[in-house]
């Protein structure tokens, strides 16, 4: 006598124990890693790119904090840089929004007057800053200002926007823009002399505000010139370290090093342990006028 | 039985347990409930109606009724349970239930067999879920039995719980345990009757009855009920429960002017849920995870036509003909739905006929039956050692391995000091007479 077909059913008692496994239905409807698209190696180095850029700038303040420290730079030096990056820096940022809807002289007033009212803030602020941690010592000084800007590098929002999409700021990456701008402060409260403040502090607004603007619109940008401006980055960085400190510079090396070609290859050769499981016991997503609404 | 939920909660699991005592004490045997406390007034030991014991054990709870799992409180408690009670077997029931996990790690110090019963679906990505299913992984490498509500939840349990091990021809292929089963809940048929007089065919009622929250796809039934209404306008919805997405609802009914046609109930006690089924004709279920819809049974009983969404267990309780399904997918819910208007317009569906037929189907006492035919499985199995069974912990897991071995081996300690503190002569023990004559 042959048995019944085993049935996906509880309503009928179906002559096999109810310990019986089919051989063939049992997670049939298993499903492992759906919508599964591996990385590749090169996407994943060029979007490591915008990470290299910011530590670098934050190697390249630290060189420059330390010779300004040794008065090895000439305050007045770091002020024309500064200025001069900042145009360079608004040229390019009016490039790349060239093809966004024209938003007309008032807002390039505008940008032109608060840059104005913040140029001299700070210049009236500079003998403020100068002496706000006089009664703190450098050590305690050097330990926050790491840790500080340990948080703007973890908390840094490394994604592009395209131009004309004027997306929300996160509250990370505000987070991180005020731990940079607040090491800043306190670094510069070491430094000897009014106009180092001024200037260190103004150079640090530019590196740590305006920067990552301006890093997040060049995803538009060609890769190549992506990769030029990452290996410019970290070549000034080097060649502003390389006289300090040896160490600290086989250090840069090696983080830029890891950062940009190791941790690529050990997310792509991690991926191989990617088990993603998927069956009809998942909450399903419902679609409602064709989206899917997710849980709130 | 053992399990965090039980009455005076009520819910799924809860009746579940009550239900499986009740009938495993008409059959002969001797059961008791440990469950947790509820101060002020559910202290101490309760006995429920067909002579079955609780015991509220004094732990406080955390979230939705469950206890911290600590691992060891709990123990003295059991010892002194077990020993005077003469247990033979533990079921524990619930993933989520701490007490539950507790009773399975402890029993095998007496000699105790243990049953595990799952009834809910979890997935596998977010937080949560990794580390309840690592607790449940931990708790289930020793069980003797597992039990599942459903072929779906049997699935989604032996991934969650890794319940599998090699089978001893072929060392390389691993199968799952033979000691895993599907035994369904059940339902009291004769609390779902139908009601006799026919129903009037110039409105038709929709009725929802559920928790209205995400995971009961609410967001579903405020997209497709203003569609309904305005499509057919004999169409009345009767919705009853309570929660979050209530809200939605009420916005829903006021934009679209459907005071008249939706009613919205509130929370609904389980012993009116017959009276408020028996007024609709179809039953509209939106969940997003079920693992058994004891609902959609209830409703199915009761005599109405059920749509529902395709999801977990669902599309194995009931037979085809007497349930529309819809994807979780505002078009397609709006589709089944208009299809079961059509049947029920035309009168194709006999709510006496179905109640019949579900009547048929399920059957506590047939659940009883099948439970303690598992029961008696484990108890003329084997039962694992103790090396077996830090070799099975420590197979968990680079990191939880360890971890759950540390735990055994000092609740083990734990149990040989309560053993020399508490000898267990000094215990009082408890005869009752069910015991006596059956001794299971």
């Known amino acids: 006598m042959s048995r019944p077909t085993w049935k996906r059913i509880l309503w009928q008692r179906q002559p096999y124990p109810d310990n019986y496994i089919p051989a063939d239905s049992f997670l049939a409807s298993l499903r492992r890693n759906p919508n599964f698209t591996p990385y590749t190696y090169w996407p994943l180095v060029l979007a490591c790119c915008p990470i290299t850029q910011h530590l670098g700038t934050i190697f390249i303040f630290v060189a420059v904090f330390v010779r300004l420290q040794q008065r090895s730079l000439d305050a007045r030096v770091l002020l024309w840089i500064s200025v001069a990056c900042f145009l360079a820096g608004y040229l390019v940022w009016e490039v790349l929004n060239y093809s966004a809807p024209p938003r007309g002289p008032s807002s390039r007033f505008k940008a032109l007057k608060s840059s104005l009212l913040f140029f001299l803030t700070l210049m009236g602020l500079a003998p403020v800053l100068r002496t706000l941690t006089a009664a703190t010592s450098s050590d305690s000084i050097w330990a926050l200002s790491a840790c500080q800007f340990l948080l703007n590098t973890l908390l840094a929002d490394y994604g592009c926007t395209n131009a004309g999409s004027q997306s929300q700021e996160r509250l990370t990456s505000v987070l991180s823009m005020n731990a940079a701008v607040s090491s800043s402060v306190v670094l510069a409260s070491r430094l000897p002399d009014d106009l180092s403040v001024f200037s260190l502090v103004l150079f640090a607004v530019h590196l740590f505000a305006l920067f990552p603007m301006l890093r997040h619109r060049f995803g538009v940008v060609p890769p190549i010139l992506q990769v030029t401006l990452t290996v410019s980055i970290s070549a000034l960085s080097f060649s502003l370290i390389m006289s300090l400190s040896p160490f600290v510079t086989a250090l840069t090396f090696g983080i830029y090093v890891t950062v940009n070609v190791v941790a690529p290859g050990v997310l792509v050769w991690a991926q191989r342990y990617k088990n993603e499981i998927r069956g009809p016991w998942d909450v399903a997503v419902p679609r409602v006028n064709g989206n899917e609404i997710q849980c709130n | ?440």
Not at chain 2, 32 to 43: E, F, L, M, N, Q
Not at chain 2, 123 to 146: M, P, Q, R, Y
Not at chain 2, 208 to 223: E, M
Request: with cysteine.
């Open chain 2, 1 to 440: 039985m053992v399990s965090d939920f039980f009455h005076p909660n009520v819910g799924g699991v809860e009746n579940h347990i009550f239900m499986l005592s009740a009938n495993l004490i008409r059959r002969g045997h001797k059961v008791i409930v440990i469950t947790h406390s509820h101060p002020p007034d559910r202290v101490g030991i309760r006995w429920l109606l067909p002579s079955l014991k609780v015991y509220h054990i004094p732990f406080p709870t955390i979230a939705s009724s469950a206890t911290l799992p600590n691992y060891f409180t709990f123990l003295p408690y059991f010892r002194t349970i077990i020993v005077r009670e003469h247990i033979n077997l533990v079921h524990a029931h619930a993933s989520l239930s701490s007490l539950g996990q507790e009773a399975i790690l402890h029993s095998h110090f007496f000699g105790v067999r243990t049953v595990f019963t799952d009834h809910s679906l979890f997935g596998f990505e977010d937080a949560a879920s990794i580390l309840t299913n690592k607790l449940l992984a931990a708790a289930l490498k020793n069980v003797d039995a597992v039990i599942c509500v459903s072929h779906t939840g049997r699935e989604n349990t032996v991934l969650r719980g890794q319940l599998f091990e090699t089978s001893e021809d072929n060392p390389s292929v691993s199968a799952v345990r033979p000691s895993v089963y599907t035994i369904p809940n059940a339902l009291v048929a004769e609390q779902f009757t139908p009601s006799p007089q026919p129903r009037p065919t110039d409105t038709i009622n929709i009725v929802v009855l559920s928790r209205l929250a995400y995971r009961k796809g609410i967001d579903l039934l405020v997209a497709t009920a203003p569609r309904v209404c305005a499509a057919f306008p004999n169409v009345k919805f009767i919705v009853g429960g309570d929660g979050p997405k209530l809200n939605d609802l009420l916005q829903v009914r006021e934009r679209h002017l459907l005071q008249e046609r939706i009613e919205l109930l509130g929370s609904v006690r389980h012993r009116d849920v017959r009276d408020i089924l028996t007024r609709g004709s179809i039953f509209l279920n939106t969940s997003l995870t079920e693992s058994f819809g004891i609902a959609i049974l209830e409703a199915a009983c009761t005599g109405l036509y059920v749509v529902s969404t395709r999801v977990g267990g669902v599309p194995e309780i009931l037979p085809e003909d007497m349930i529309s399904f819809a994807y979780p997918d505002e078009d397609d819910v709006f589709r089944a739905v208009s299809e079961a208007i059509q049947i029920i317009s035309e009168g194709k569906h006999d709510p006496q006929e179905a109640h019949e037929r579900v009547k048929g189907f399920y059957d506590w006492m047939q659940v009883a039956e099948r439970t303690e035919r598992v029961y008696q499985g484990v108890i003329q199995s084997e039962q694992i050692d103790f090396c077996t069974r830090i070799q099975r912990t420590m197979s968990l897991g680079p990191f939880a391995g360890p971890i759950y071995t540390v735990i055994l081996l000092v609740d083990c300690l734990f149990f040989m000091i309560l053993e020399w503190l508490m000898p267990r002569g000094d215990l009082d023990h408890r005869y009752s007479r069910s015991l006596l004559e059956n001794p299971l």
